[in-house]
């Protein structure tokens, strides 16, 4: 049975993006639980939407303007943070309204009947175009390469940033470059389960990997993995039963916290 589903050309994209999101949700996803980014992470998400009502206005790749938004939200987030001294959760809040707002302007503006966001919104992995595969693979490339060739630096930043300022390391430089590191993935991860339901797969495979070490390359590699088996495994569940495919891989992640929490416990 597997072997015919994976004769149609949209199943093998879909399974490739699962594998690929995988990826940089794996290590992306520690370091946003580390560093206790996940309301950023949210917010940048959500301003994202701006960006792909921008695109179909403007008559561009939607994801290419998710792209645009989500650097640049979450930059500013971090500079006018920096600046202001401002409550970061509000300020988030502002830039996460303002994104969807601008997003559902963009769309009305948009000549001809108004497209269907759902895909961005909840996800739906089994319409991955070959663009998306290849922004993902693009996206995949920097972040492996970037954590791993400056490991040190980045290990030493998300543990004790005060001690690399000590040191000497360029903290400032590393904090911006993580902003554009999670604005990518995130975008990376909108066609497999949507703005609204992307923070769970950027925090559950992580969050089970914690309940069974502390390691941070082991727990790298274990989210990568897990988040693997919850993709694959939610794409093909969607598939055979005819139903969302990002809302089904989020809720069999959250499954399997549950048990892995339970067995961690017993």
């Not at 992306?28 to 309301?39: D, N």
């Not at 930043?157 to 001690?163: I, K, R």
């Not at 992640?253 to 048990?259: E, H, L, Q, R, S």
Request: aromatic letters at 12%; hydrophobic letters at 55%; one cysteine or more.
């Amino acid at each position: 049975m597997i072997d015919a589903i994976l004769n149609y050309n949209f199943m093998q994209n879909a399974l490739i993006a699962a594998i690929l999101a995988s990826v940089a949700c794996g290590i992306i996803g520690t370091i946003i639980i580390e560093k206790k980014l996940v309301m950023l992470s949210g917010g940048v998400a959500h301003t994202s939407f701006g960006g792909i009502g921008l695109g179909y206005l403007m008559g561009f790749e939607p994801i290419i303007g998710a792209f645009i938004f989500s650097i640049i939200s979450s930059l500013s987030i971090s500079h006018i943070n920096r600046r202001a001294k401002t409550n970061s959760d509000a300020l988030i809040g502002m830039f996460w309204s303002t994104g969807m707002a601008l997003g559902i302007l963009f769309i009305a503006f948009t000549e001809g009947y108004p497209p269907d966001m759902n895909s961005y919104l909840f996800g739906d992995i089994l319409t991955v175009s070959n663009i998306s595969i290849n922004m993902m693979i693009i996206v995949d490339i920097i972040v492996i390469g970037s954590i791993f060739m400056f490991f040190n630096y980045w290990k030493a930043y998300l543990f004790d940033e005060e001690f690399a300022k000590v040191l000497g390391m360029p903290t400032r430089f590393l904090e911006n470059f993580l902003f554009i590191l999670i604005a990518l993935t995130i975008v990376t991860l909108l066609k497999v389960v949507g703005i609204i339901l992307v923070l769970a797969l950027l925090t559950i495979p992580p969050s089970i990997a914690k309940l069974f070490t502390y390691d941070f390359k082991k727990i790298i590699v274990t989210s990568i993995i897990l988040g693997m088996i919850i993709t694959i495994s939610g794409l093909f569940i969607s598939y055979q039963f005819n139903i969302a495919s990002g809302a089904t891989i989020i809720l069999l992640g959250t499954m399997m916290y549950f048990i892995a929490f339970i067995i961690k416990k017993v």
